[in-house]
């Protein structure tokens, strides 16, 4: 398959994970961070991943965004077999489908929001006015038209994370995977950085995997996988009991 055959997307499900073991060196050994882990997304999903520090829901977000590859087990992707890509169509695959959102914004620092979220249609060979006006456009969609020539040092906490997203969601992906998004946030701006989630999710149908230590984050989606050392130890719709 070439990097251009990364164009259409298969049948569901969406992210399907088989068997998926990521070990590391530790000295003589290994520590075994994911064991065996199964589940699938389907297409317009909005998924919570919660555990606690050290469950492995950080190390399973990279391998869901193929920045990482499983020391065992299998990951699908809108019907790609990961495992089985090149490095250049697992770029092709990223830039296709998935959009990323970070705890720590990973914006670039005296670069104006609209350049740093036109930044990613560098890649697919757009034209500046073409990026632009692409860059704008996303950022109309998270509410920060107005801030659009700012640089990052000019801006809050939560119109940081917004850019952040508009950059994501820049190059329409159908899959936005967020590792604690409202981790550097106060409340009030968490909430509404998982408003415009929500409302991606239910106006574009946008693939939603978030990795959250706020229960009352996680409560929002509606789906949540919890892990404990490495394993799954519920899949379901959002409970009190979590």
């Known amino acids: ?107 670039l620092p005296r670069t104006s929001a609209v350049d740093n979220v036109a930044l990613p249609l560098r890649y697919a060979r757009m034209g500046l006015r073409e990026r632009r006006r692409a860059a704008r456009e996303a950022l109309a969609r998270v509410g920060l038209s107005h801030r659009e020539g700012h640089p990052p040092e000019r801006l809050s906490g939560g119109e940081r994370q917004r850019v952040a997203i508009a950059r994501a969601i820049v190059t329409s992906p159908e899959l936005l995977l967020c590792d604690e998004p409202t981790g550097n946030l106060d409340q009030r701006s968490g909430r509404e950085i998982v408003d415009i989630f929500e409302r991606l999710n239910r106006e574009l149908a946008v ?15 509606r789906r949540v996988i919890k892990m404990v050392d490495g394993e799954i130890v519920y899949d379901g719709p959002p409970v009190q009991e979590l």
């Not at 959250?212 to 409560?219: E, N, P, S, V, Y």
Request: charged content about 20%; some cysteine.
């Open 1 to 107: 398959m070439t990097s251009a055959a990364v164009a259409a997307a298969p049948a569901e499900p969406f992210i399907e994970v088989e068997g998926l073991e990521r070990a590391f060196p530790l000295g003589d050994e290994e520590l075994l961070v994911l064991r065996g882990v199964s589940f699938r997304v389907d297409r317009g999903e909005y998924v919570a991943i919660i555990g606690p520090s050290g469950s492995g829901k950080s190390t399973l977000m990279y391998q869901l965004g193929c920045l990482d590859t499983p020391t065992a087990g299998r990951i699908r992707l809108a019907g790609y077999d990961v495992g089985e890509l090149t490095d250049a169509e697992l770029a092709a695959l990223r830039n296709r489908f998935i959009g990323f959102v970070f705890q720590a914004f990973n914006l």
């Open 207 to 221: 693939t939603v995997v978030i990795v959250t230590h706020d229960l009352a984050i996680a409560r929002r989606a």
